[in-house]
């Protein structure tokens, strides 16, 4: 069994920063395809970002390009969200997800519990 556990939401002011961090509970990010969803009220959950297994390639959502940046550390089993250039509408709760498919595109093993952002105009 997998755990992924959030951290790093808050409340922050458009055009801030902010580092979303999701620490997995073995060696999760070097056996599956890792990234990050997130869901505003009313509205479905939204690809952000992830990195394939295992090529390792990163991709985006539209809306998150160029000022999203996925990472992770392997030795701290850890992945990183870095967002830049927030907006109001980037207001919602973050997901972690791991997937044993190629990307957390085509399907979700695991999730995180989620940890909200909010960002104030």
């Known amino acids: 069994q997998v755990q992924l556990v959030e951290s790093g939401g808050r409340l922050v002011q458009a055009g801030g920063s902010l580092r979303l961090s999701c620490a997995a509970s073995?060696?999760?990010?070097?056996?599956?395809?890792m990234g990050w969803f997130r869901q505003s009220p009313g509205k479905e959950r939204e690809f952000v970002a992830g990195?394939?297994?295992?090529?390792?390639?990163?991709d985006y959502g539209d809306s998150v390009k160029g000022r999203f940046t996925i990472s992770r550390d392997n030795a701290k089993n850890t992945m990183y969200l870095q967002m830049n250039s927030l907006k109001p509408e980037d207001t919602a709760v973050y997901y972690c997800?791991?997937?044993?498919?190629?990307?957390?595109?085509?399907?979700?093993?695991?999730w995180g519990q989620g940890t909200q952002v909010t960002v104030s105009s």
């Open positions: 990195v394939t297994w295992p090529g390792g390639i990163i």
């Open positions: 997800a791991a997937s044993s498919s190629t990307t957390i595109r085509n399907y979700v093993n695991y």
């Open positions: 073995r060696r999760t990010l070097s056996s599956y395809a």
